[in-house]
């Protein structure tokens, strides 16, 4: 019996190294083999181009080289460009061994102004890195632009605002003028200048977040229209520090009460109290938990709460102007399920 065991397990020994060596010969095989084929392997010396400052609508082309420094075909599986407004073509979708093709990059500016970066992807059967990335950049100009492109007040207190220059910039040999200036708000006071205008906000704005536009003619065929932006947080007697309450991502369920501190100054008259305070979310609430001159409010998100809210709290106070009674104050975050 023993002597059966011992030929039985030599028979199965010598069956796992036939089989080792078998594979072996196979890998060394298919390894030599490969090396016979060869494989091809790209390179690039130049793959970015600055085009520094164009005017507004220009094509902008540039030609890169892509070099096979392998020994087997360098094939271009594909081409891919970041949006329709630029094309890439190579000249061949094959390479041989120690030759180069050319990639042309055609990038059409219309629409598009600022600083730009514009990219192309090319892949090919590379083994060792399949794609490449070529990118255009600079900066794209209209004939006539506005400087600052919007108008930011920031934060600001009503009553007290501050006055920001706009400059008429002008690119082209032309005579460009403005031929008018429209504020779509009555709440924008626009002052005429040598170089452009002023604009300024009135005692009228409303308070909370102000964005409007202000219209621009010009008489350019190229710009005859530019819209400006306008934006500013405009502050009453009551300014809430921070204006906004974030939870941000909160890991659910939420077991456990969730609270952020909010702090409310007051600059007026006349002693301010809180006469309410509300939410408009179930499971979101508020308290005072100091003072009324300088009051401090604590907003608690309440186990239960779950998913994405944009929500507020509505301050009340006794402020003897109406406009300036209630304080709304946004709260938002998202409760999230873990690995959701």
Not at 308 to 325: A, G, I, L, M, R
């Amino acid at each position: 019996m023993k002597q059966t065991l011992k030929v039985l397990f030599f028979l199965v020994v010598l069956g796992l190294t036939l089989n080792f060596q078998l594979s072996s010969q196979v890998f060394i095989q298919e390894s030599q083999a490969q090396q016979a084929k060869g494989s091809p392997r790209a390179q690039v010396k130049v793959d970015s181009f600055d085009f520094g400052s164009v005017k507004q609508g220009a094509t902008v082309t540039q030609t890169f080289s892509v070099f096979n420094k392998g020994n087997a075909p360098l094939k271009i599986l594909d081409v891919q460009a970041d949006c329709g407004c630029t094309v890439a073509e190579p000249e061949s979708r094959e390479i041989g061994a120690g030759s180069s093709a050319n990639i042309n990059v055609v990038f059409d500016t219309t629409g598009f102004r600022g600083y730009k970066v514009k990219t192309v992807r090319i892949y090919t059967n590379d083994p060792q890195d399949n794609a490449l990335v070529f990118s255009l950049k600079g900066n794209i100009q209209r004939d006539v632009e506005l400087d600052p492109a919007r108008v930011y007040f920031g934060t600001i207190r009503r009553g007290q605002p501050e006055t920001i220059e706009v400059k008429f910039n002008k690119y082209s040999t032309e005579d460009t003028k403005i031929t008018d200036i429209l504020g779509r708000s009555e709440s924008i006071e626009i002052e005429r200048t040598d170089t452009g205008f002023l604009v300024k906000l009135k005692d009228t704005v409303p308070f909370g977040i102000f964005r409007d536009r202000i219209v621009v003619k010009t008489t350019s065929k190229e710009t005859p229209i530019i819209h400006l932006p306008v934006f500013a947080r405009v502050n009453g007697d009551i300014v809430a520090q921070p204006s906004d309450v974030s939870f941000g991502l909160i890991e659910g369920p939420l077991v456990k009460e969730v609270s952020r501190d909010v702090s409310l100054s007051y600059e007026g008259p006349s002693d301010l109290k809180i006469v309410d305070l509300k939410s408009d979310t179930q499971g979101l609430v508020a308290e005072v938990i100091e003072g009324d001159q300088s009051a401090k409010i604590r907003v608690k998100l309440k186990p239960g709460v779950r998913g994405v809210f944009h929500s507020k709290v509505t301050v009340e106070t006794n402020h003897p102007d109406p406009d300036q009674k209630i304080v709304e104050i946004p709260v938002y975050g998202i409760v999230s399920k873990k690995g959701s």
